[in-house]
T-cell receptor, first 111, second 112 residues
Framework: GAVVSQHPSWVICKSGTSVKIECRSL??????MFWYRQFPKQSLMLMAT?????????EQGVEKDKFLINHASLTLSTLTVTSAHPEDSSFYIC???????FGSGTRLTVV | KQEVTQIPAALSVPEGENLVLNCSFT??????LQWFRQDPGKGLTSLLL?????REQTSGRLNASLDKSSGRSTLYIAASQPGDSATYLC???????????FGKGTRLSVIA
């Protein structure tokens, strides 16, 4: 079946640093990837939609300069949290549009 | 704007009980509805997917129903087990290429 590999599964970083999260489709081509964020006891909220070879589309209230999304190939989409702050601590998860295949998620803690 | 609500937010039951989790959505023009399981700190496991034209889906001890016109879905878990303890998420899509809209989930604890 379709698999999306997401790395890292957890990361702790210092405030002000940047963190890159990768989502890789292993056995299919992911032309579209959805990126979600989940705060504790909250629902998954769509942050942005990335399409291979074009600019990502961000949801209202999500800073595109802070959350950089790159979808340079049909099998890899990345989310970079730039100049991370403690309020960015959250669970980030990607989902390929194909069969709504989800990655395993990344727990980001900014200290 | 589509909104998904799940009731109850948390539920604790003794092992062996049958239980029902509820999901409602504000816009009945959905493409499909899915139920997911999420273990603490983990990703999502898809449990059941119901297309808008379907009324229910079954998988083992799980049964999900869909009443599109009233904007409701239920997830029925039979003979609950401690291993069923997790957060159950309901999500809808409005098109084949659109992202999912999630509810906040129901946190289930099954006590042995």
């Amino acid at each position: 079946g379709a698999v999306v590999s997401q790395h890292p599964s957890w990361v702790i970083c210092k405030s002000g640093t940047s963190v890159k999260i990768e989502c890789r489709s292993l056995d299919f081509q992911a032309t579209t990837m959805f990126w979600y964020r989940q705060f504790p006891k909250q629902s998954l909220m769509l942050m942005a939609t990335s399409n291979e070879g074009s600019k990502a589309t961000y949801e209202q209230g999500v800073e595109k300069d802070k959350f950089l999304i790159n979808h340079a190939s049909l099998t890899l989409s990345t989310l970079t949290v730039t100049s991370a702050h403690p309020e960015d601590s959250s669970f980030y998860i990607c989902s390929a549009r194909f069969r709504y295949t989800f990655g395993s998620g990344t727990r980001l803690t900014v200290v | 704007k589509q909104e998904v609500t799940q009731i109850p937010a948390a539920l604790s039951v003794p092992e062996g009980e049958n239980l029902v989790l509820n999901c409602s959505f504000t816009d009945s023009a959905i493409y499909n509805l899915q139920w997911f399981r999420q273990d603490p700190g983990k990703g999502l496991t898809s449990l059941l997917l119901i297309q808008s034209s379907q009324r229910e889906q079954t998988s083992g001890r799980l049964n999900a129903s869909l009443d599109k016109s009233s904007g409701r879905s239920t997830l029925y878990i039979a003979a609950s087990q401690p291993g069923d303890s997790a957060t159950y998420l309901c999500a809808v899509s409005t098109g084949g290429n659109t992202p999912l809209v999630f509810g906040k989930g129901t946190r289930l604890s099954v006590i042995a």
